[in-house]
């Protein structure tokens, strides 16, 4: 343990994500906290860290293979942890920053014990895409102390694959959110990217279903994606141009007013583990209309907190015999007593200490 006090922590992952940013201000008062970026840094991060406690590498990762500019970088990144001399590191991302944070701690030598968190897709989708992906997945795995996992069907695969430790707690909020907005009965909302693996056509899909037997249901659709366009010509081709408001990307403040008139949120993606943004709008109140997906049926029950959507030619009927003002103050208290996410990350460093130095 570092000298001066506390734990001595480098988080490695995409400093241009607001879920690391989300990680690091947890972290900030509790740690002596560095950070490697694949990418850049967000303005927020210059604000909690010093330049001497930042690296930002500047490449383009791709998280489903390819990286070999981040590889490249790796010299420098073993040079920078060995000059650091952490207790931690502390991967997001295992398959791109897990990988830098093992080949690192071997290539240098580094005292450092290295903790890992899965994010979704490192874990349910890369390792089947070959061997060579199983083979390092598999490894990182090994050579993590402790790993995080969002949903028990991640971490158990995460074992099969090697894990040693995996601690399991959703990526939660770091507040609720106030309610000051009229719910509009029939507004539905969906934010995840538009790309193929979050299905967003199906989305298009459920809701035409909707707006079929509702002539009042709108939805709008926030985030972007290469599919964006050809969704916006299938909504006008079906009728639902005046009906489905495509919105691209929010910041923080417009997607919370989204989510707080929203009365339901739309999440169908073909693979996922617990999602931010489901938690999100369950904390403002809205009901999860959400593919068949463990993870899901982890977060919302056997219908206990939302829908799962299969076939959606019966969505409509189920939607209209749900009591839509009690599960809305019912997924509120329970993300208040479940999703929160400053209690976790208290956990987690206690486990890091307990662990004691390497």
């Not at 990182?140 to 099969?160: F, I, K, Y």
């Not at 899909?205 to 964006?228: E, Q, T």
């Not at 931010?276 to 056997?302: F, K, Q, T, W, Y």
Request: hydrophobic share 45%; with cysteine.
């Amino acid at each position: 343990m570092s000298l001066s006090g506390g734990l001595k922590l480098v988080l490695i992952g995409d400093g241009e994500s607001p879920h690391l940013l989300k990680w690091a201000r947890a972290l900030k008062p509790r740690v002596q906290l560095h950070a490697i970026s694949s990418r850049g840094f967000l303005p927020e991060f210059h604000q909690l860290l010093p330049d001497a406690q930042r690296l930002a590498l500047n490449t383009a990762p791709d998280h489903g293979g390819g990286n070999v500019a981040l590889i490249r970088q790796l010299p420098r990144i073993g040079a920078w942890l060995a000059e650091t001399d952490a207790d931690w590191l502390h991967a997001h991302y295992l398959t791109s920053h897990g990988s830098l944070a093992w080949a690192a701690k071997l290539g240098w030598r580094l005292r450092a014990q290295i903790a890992g968190s899965a994010w979704g897709s490192d874990i349910l989708v890369t390792p089947n895409q070959g061997a060579a992906w199983r083979w390092m997945t598999a490894k990182v795995l090994r050579s993590c102390a402790v790993t995080t996992s969002d949903s028990q069907h991640m971490a158990q695969r995460m074992r099969e694959l090697g894990a040693r430790d995996v601690m399991v707690f959703p990526f939660g909020l770091e507040a609720l959110p106030r309610q000051n907005a009229k719910k509009q009965p029939w507004l539905c909302f969906a934010n995840r990217g538009l790309e193929p693996i979050y299905r967003p056509q199906l989305v298009i899909d459920a809701f035409a279903r909707i707006a079929a037997a509702r002539p009042d249901a709108r939805l709008v659709v926030a985030n972007d994606g290469s599919l964006r366009a050809a969704l916006e010509a299938d909504a006008a081709a079906r009728g639902l141009g005046d009906r489905v408001s495509f919105v691209g990307r929010l910041d923080a403040a417009a997607q919370g007013a989204h989510y707080a008139r929203s009365t339901w949120f739309l999440s169908l993606p073909q693979s996922d583990s617990v999602s931010v943004s489901v938690l999100e709008a369950m904390a403002h109140g809205c009901v999860p209309l959400l593919s068949d997906l463990p993870a899901n049926r982890e977060l919302i029950g056997d219908s206990a907190r939302g829908l799962i959507v299969g076939v959606p030619d019966d969505l409509p009927a189920r939607m209209a015999a749900l009591d839509v003002a009690t599960l809305a103050a019912a997924n509120r208290d329970w993300v208040a007593a479940n999703g929160l996410f400053e209690p976790h990350v208290q956990r987690f460093l206690t486990r890091l200490k307990a662990l004691g130095p390497a």
